[in-house]
């Protein structure tokens, strides 16, 4: 079970910070992300983390401006949003999933993309001057 929060409306340029807490597990053997979906768009996975990858997906419009982090005490994941665009407006949401095998970060994202199935309900991103 995910919680987000910490989305809201803020001018081009601008920061958030999403949170997405979960309950019921503990996350350090998850592989864990953040996915979007925009109006009229299918969901898109926008950063992912692995247990077993030392590398972080992050999709080529966000690298450099979205950092994925996570506090195991807290077992909570973070999105930190900087220099946001008016393209970044979705509904943002985290998933979680484990995987065995040798996926790479960026296939487990893409396979948690179209496999997970408890999406919480998001946090709104607007993205508007």
């Known amino acids: 079970h995910f919680v987000e929060s910490g989305g809201g409306l803020v001018q081009p340029g601008g920061s958030l910070r999403l949170s997405c807490a979960a309950s019921?597990?503990?996350?350090?053997?998850?592989?864990i992300g953040w996915f979007r979906q925009a109006p009229g768009k299918e969901r898109e996975g926008v950063s992912c983390?692995?247990?077993?990858?030392?590398?972080?997906y992050y999709a080529d419009s966000v690298k450099g401006r979205f950092t994925i982090s996570k506090d195991n005490a807290k077992n909570t994941v973070y999105l930190q949003m900087d220099n946001l665009k008016p393209e970044d407006t979705a509904v943002y949401y985290c998933a979680a999933a484990v995987f065995g095998g040798s996926l790479s970060v960026q296939r487990q994202c893409a396979v948690m993309r179209v496999d997970f199935n408890s999406w919480g309900h998001g946090t709104q991103v607007n993205v508007s001057s």
């Open positions: 019921g597990f503990t996350l350090n053997y998850y592989t």
């Open positions: 983390m692995s247990p077993a990858d030392p590398s972080i």
